[in-house]
């Protein structure tokens, strides 16, 4: 999926909350993959997405994760989220979307500073019980990279189309809030009415 693509409609099925329409009829939907449950580099990623989600939701942007974890395994370490989590243990979304999976998810060496942080902050709010460690075999693999799309819904003049996407180089290589409300804010917005 490239800028441009569109999304047929569906509803995804949260590990916890109502189901999600995508593409959403009123809000843009930022799409992201992440890796596992429990991974200490998504866990850095999501928490400055948790800190900035009013400002999030005001840009008329509903945010919805997707994991290659089993549900049962993701509901274990994201019940404190105030936004929408899927799991695709499968990998049906990660295919459709042409989300990969690499070594140099871990290897490029932009990725090392904002691993070794993840590592210790995550160790950290372990041990004061906030965060839980990730379970030791992943049936998904370690070595996925994130991917963001923007999504149009049809409320907002769109036809469930990708206004905006980023695959990942590293594991660390996403859209960061900034750059969000960035694209949030050049995304196109239905005529007003004469």
């Given at each position: 999926m490239e800028p441009g693509s569109v999304i047929s409609a569906r509803t995804l099925t949260p590990v916890t909350g109502p189901a999600v329409a995508v593409p959403d009829s009123s809000r843009l939907i930022h799409l992201q993959f992440?890796?596992?449950?429990?991974?200490?580099?998504?866990n850095l990623h999501l928490r400055s997405i948790v800190r900035r989600h009013q400002e999030i939701e005001a840009a008329g942007i509903r945010e919805v994760a997707v994991f290659h974890s089993p549900a049962e395994e993701l509901r274990k370490h994201t019940?404190?989220?105030?936004?929408?989590?899927?799991?695709?243990?499968?990998?049906?979304l990660y295919r459709e979307?042409?989300?990969?999976?690499?070594?140099?998810?871990?290897?490029?060496?932009?990725?090392?500073?904002?691993?070794?942080w993840a590592l210790v902050t995550g160790v950290w709010a372990v041990l004061r019980g906030r965060e839980k460690l990730p379970a030791p075999s992943q049936p998904g693999g370690r070595l996925g990279l994130p991917a963001d799309f923007l999504i149009l819904g049809a409320g907002i003049g769109g036809d469930g189309r990708v206004v905006a996407a980023k695959h990942g180089e590293h594991a660390y290589d996403q859209w960061s809030v900034d750059e969000?409300?960035?694209?949030?804010a050049r995304a196109p917005r239905p005529d007003p009415a004469p």
């Amino acid at each position: 999926m490239e800028p441009g693509s569109v999304i047929s409609a569906r509803t995804l099925t949260p590990v916890t909350g109502p189901a999600v329409a995508v593409p959403d009829s009123s809000r843009l939907i930022h799409l992201q993959f992440r890796r596992f449950a429990g991974c200490p580099v998504c866990n850095l990623h999501l928490r400055s997405i948790v800190r900035r989600h009013q400002e999030i939701e005001a840009a008329g942007i509903r945010e919805v994760a997707v994991f290659h974890s089993p549900a049962e395994e993701l509901r274990k370490h994201t019940d404190d989220l105030p936004f929408a989590v899927i799991a695709d243990p499968r990998k049906r979304l990660y295919r459709e979307f042409g989300v990969e999976q690499a070594r140099r998810a871990l290897l490029s060496p932009r990725a090392w500073g904002p691993i070794v942080w993840a590592l210790v902050t995550g160790v950290w709010a372990v041990l004061r019980g906030r965060e839980k460690l990730p379970a030791p075999s992943q049936p998904g693999g370690r070595l996925g990279l994130p991917a963001d799309f923007l999504i149009l819904g049809a409320g907002i003049g769109g036809d469930g189309r990708v206004v905006a996407a980023k695959h990942g180089e590293h594991a660390y290589d996403q859209w960061s809030v900034d750059e969000l409300l960035e694209l949030a804010a050049r995304a196109p917005r239905p005529d007003p009415a004469p």
